[in-house]
């Protein structure tokens, strides 16, 4: 049963578009909106524009993304990224925002599964 807490179930993982890269920091109900906040792990990030290798963090914002319904709740993924100082002398771009492709797009404001093929969902944000 799906609670309004924001303690996440240890068995709430499996719910996470990738839980190889993401980790679970809560689950509520907020206006009828389903909302799933996670973070991702950390680990190296390529930079986009060297592909050398990235740990040290700037700073971290949230992406939200719109998610497939779930028992007819939209569902919203907010998703703590990093930004992360590229650290290779010889590359010009010094931060990047790490990216999470098997989440979504860059950019995107849905999640990769919503944007498969699926109709457009209202947005809960939107009115
Ligand atoms: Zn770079």
């Known amino acids: 049963m799906l609670t309004s807490s924001t303690q996440p179930a240890r068995s709430a993982r499996p719910l996470l578009p990738d839980a190889a890269c993401l980790t679970l920091d809560g689950i509520s109900i907020q206006n009828g909106v389903i909302v799933i906040q996670a973070r991702t792990l950390p680990r190296v990030a390529l930079c986009p524009c060297c592909g050398h290798g990235a740990e ?13 319904p779930w028992q007819g709740n939209a569902v919203q993924v ?4 990093r930004k992360l ?11 990047f925002a790490e990216r999470v492709p098997s989440v979504a797009q860059r950019y995107a404001r849905a999640s ?3 944007c498969a093929g699926q109709p457009a969902w209202p947005t809960p944000w939107a009115s």
């Open 112 to 114: 990769k599964l919503a």
């Open 56 to 68: 040290r963090v700037h700073s971290r914002y949230c992406r939200t993304l719109l998610d497939l």
């Open 78 to 81: 907010v998703l703590s990224v």
């Open 85 to 95: 100082f590229c650290d290779n002398r010889g590359c010009p771009r010094r931060l």
